[in-house]
Protein backbone atom coordinates (compact mmCIF):
# COMPACT_ATOMS: atom_id res chain seq x y z
CA UNK A 1 0.00 0.00 0.00
CA UNK A 2 2.82 2.15 0.59
CA UNK A 3 4.53 1.42 -2.74
CA UNK A 4 1.29 2.60 -4.55
CA UNK A 5 1.07 5.29 -2.42
CA UNK A 6 4.41 6.51 -3.01
CA UNK A 7 4.15 5.64 -7.33
CA UNK A 8 1.11 8.20 -7.26
CA UNK A 9 3.39 11.34 -5.86
CA UNK A 10 6.02 10.38 -8.26
CA UNK A 11 6.41 12.90 -11.43
CA UNK A 12 5.15 11.95 -14.88
CA UNK A 13 8.29 11.36 -16.42
CA UNK A 14 9.60 8.65 -13.37
CA UNK A 15 6.31 6.92 -12.93
CA UNK A 16 7.00 3.21 -13.95
CA UNK A 17 3.64 2.79 -15.88
CA UNK A 18 3.89 5.80 -18.11
CA UNK A 19 4.14 5.29 -21.77
CA UNK A 20 7.33 5.64 -23.15
CA UNK A 21 7.77 7.93 -26.03
CA UNK A 22 9.33 7.25 -29.30
CA UNK A 23 11.71 10.40 -28.87
CA UNK A 24 12.60 8.55 -24.88
CA UNK A 25 13.20 4.98 -26.95
CA UNK A 26 15.25 6.83 -30.04
CA UNK A 27 17.77 7.76 -26.80
CA UNK A 28 17.65 4.27 -25.10
CA UNK A 29 18.41 2.60 -28.49
CA UNK A 30 20.57 5.37 -29.36
CA UNK A 31 22.81 4.99 -25.67
CA UNK A 32 22.48 1.06 -25.92
CA UNK A 33 24.48 1.11 -29.59
CA UNK A 34 27.15 3.30 -28.68
CA UNK A 35 27.68 1.45 -24.87
CA UNK A 36 27.44 -1.66 -27.13
CA UNK A 37 30.03 -0.78 -29.57
CA UNK A 38 32.13 1.15 -26.76
CA UNK A 39 32.50 -2.24 -24.83
CA UNK A 40 32.86 -4.07 -28.24
CA UNK A 41 29.77 -6.07 -26.91
CA UNK A 42 28.72 -8.37 -30.22
CA UNK A 43 26.11 -10.34 -28.02
CA UNK A 44 24.88 -6.76 -27.04
CA UNK A 45 24.40 -4.87 -30.25
CA UNK A 46 22.76 -8.77 -31.51
CA UNK A 47 20.59 -8.41 -29.09
CA UNK A 48 19.56 -4.48 -30.18
CA UNK A 49 19.46 -5.94 -33.88
CA UNK A 50 16.85 -8.78 -32.80
CA UNK A 51 14.64 -5.79 -30.96
CA UNK A 52 14.94 -3.62 -33.98
CA UNK A 53 13.83 -6.46 -36.09
CA UNK A 54 11.22 -8.09 -33.85
CA UNK A 55 9.17 -4.15 -33.55
CA UNK A 56 9.90 -3.29 -37.28
CA UNK A 57 8.21 -6.71 -38.61
CA UNK A 58 5.57 -7.61 -36.18
CA UNK A 59 4.90 -3.58 -35.23
CA UNK A 60 4.49 -4.65 -31.80
CA UNK A 61 6.70 -2.23 -29.36
CA UNK A 62 8.33 -3.32 -26.22
CA UNK A 63 7.28 -0.72 -24.04
CA UNK A 64 3.74 -0.77 -25.57
CA UNK A 65 3.41 -4.34 -24.45
CA UNK A 66 4.80 -3.93 -20.97
CA UNK A 67 2.32 -1.06 -20.30
CA UNK A 68 -0.35 -2.87 -21.50
CA UNK A 69 0.92 -6.28 -19.44
CA UNK A 70 0.72 -3.88 -16.64
CA UNK A 71 -2.19 -2.35 -17.12
CA UNK A 72 -3.97 -4.69 -18.92
CA UNK A 73 -5.74 -1.79 -21.07
CA UNK A 74 -5.35 -2.43 -24.96
CA UNK A 75 -4.42 0.99 -26.13
CA UNK A 76 -4.51 1.65 -30.18
CA UNK A 77 -2.62 4.37 -32.06
CA UNK A 78 -4.65 6.72 -34.15
CA UNK A 79 -3.98 7.21 -37.61
CA UNK A 80 -0.56 9.55 -37.95
CA UNK A 81 -1.06 10.42 -40.88
CA UNK A 82 -4.23 10.47 -42.68
CA UNK A 83 -2.95 11.72 -46.32
CA UNK A 84 -0.34 8.96 -46.66
CA UNK A 85 -0.29 6.97 -49.29
CA UNK A 86 0.96 3.33 -48.10
CA UNK A 87 0.10 2.22 -44.75
CA UNK A 88 3.14 1.07 -43.79
CA UNK A 89 4.54 3.35 -40.30
CA UNK A 90 7.41 5.46 -40.82
CA UNK A 91 8.36 4.12 -37.35
CA UNK A 92 8.22 0.83 -38.00
CA UNK A 93 10.24 1.71 -41.39
CA UNK A 94 13.07 3.17 -39.30
CA UNK A 95 13.53 0.29 -37.04
CA UNK A 96 14.02 -2.26 -40.05
CA UNK A 97 15.94 0.10 -41.33
CA UNK A 98 18.18 0.92 -38.46
CA UNK A 99 18.70 -2.60 -38.00
CA UNK A 100 20.35 -3.30 -41.78
CA UNK A 101 22.48 -0.31 -40.87
CA UNK A 102 23.84 -1.85 -37.86
CA UNK A 103 23.41 -5.60 -38.92
CA UNK A 104 25.62 -5.21 -42.91
CA UNK A 105 28.87 -3.63 -41.08
CA UNK A 106 28.54 -6.09 -37.95
CA UNK A 107 28.24 -9.22 -40.00
CA UNK A 108 31.62 -8.43 -41.72
CA UNK A 109 29.94 -8.15 -45.13
CA UNK A 110 31.60 -4.72 -45.28
CA UNK A 111 34.58 -3.91 -43.06
CA UNK A 112 34.87 -0.73 -45.20
CA UNK A 113 31.69 0.51 -42.80
CA UNK A 114 33.23 0.54 -39.36
CA UNK A 115 31.43 3.89 -38.61
CA UNK A 116 28.25 3.30 -39.71
CA UNK A 117 26.93 1.95 -36.61
CA UNK A 118 28.68 4.67 -34.62
CA UNK A 119 26.71 7.36 -37.22
CA UNK A 120 23.45 5.75 -36.16
CA UNK A 121 23.89 5.43 -32.53
CA UNK A 122 24.82 8.84 -32.26
CA UNK A 123 22.26 9.98 -34.84
CA UNK A 124 19.33 8.40 -32.95
CA UNK A 125 20.81 10.19 -29.43
CA UNK A 126 20.44 13.04 -31.24
CA UNK A 127 17.07 12.66 -33.21
CA UNK A 128 15.36 11.50 -29.54
CA UNK A 129 17.13 14.32 -27.82
CA UNK A 130 15.64 17.15 -30.16
CA UNK A 131 12.91 15.48 -31.00
CA UNK A 132 13.40 15.75 -34.84
CA UNK A 133 14.52 12.38 -36.78
CA UNK A 134 15.15 13.52 -40.35
CA UNK A 135 14.78 9.82 -41.40
CA UNK A 136 10.90 9.54 -39.97
CA UNK A 137 10.72 13.10 -42.09
CA UNK A 138 11.54 11.77 -45.01
CA UNK A 139 9.92 8.58 -44.57
CA UNK A 140 7.08 10.34 -44.03
CA UNK A 141 7.49 12.77 -47.13
CA UNK A 142 7.52 9.37 -49.11
CA UNK A 143 4.47 8.58 -47.97
CA UNK A 144 4.78 6.43 -45.18
CA UNK A 145 1.99 7.19 -41.91
Known sequence: ?????????LPNCLNLGAKMSEKNFRIVLGAWLVVGLLLNSVPLIYALIALLL?????????????????????????????NARVSFEAERALRLIVATLILVPMSGVA????????????????????GICPMVLALRWLGLR
Not at 69 to 76: D, I, K, M
Request: hydrophobic share 50%; aromatic share 12%; charged share 15%.
Open 111 to 130: DFLWLLPWFVGFALIGAGLS
Open 54 to 82: FEGLTNLRIPGLLVRARSGVLEEAGDLNP
Open 1 to 9: MLFEQTLGK
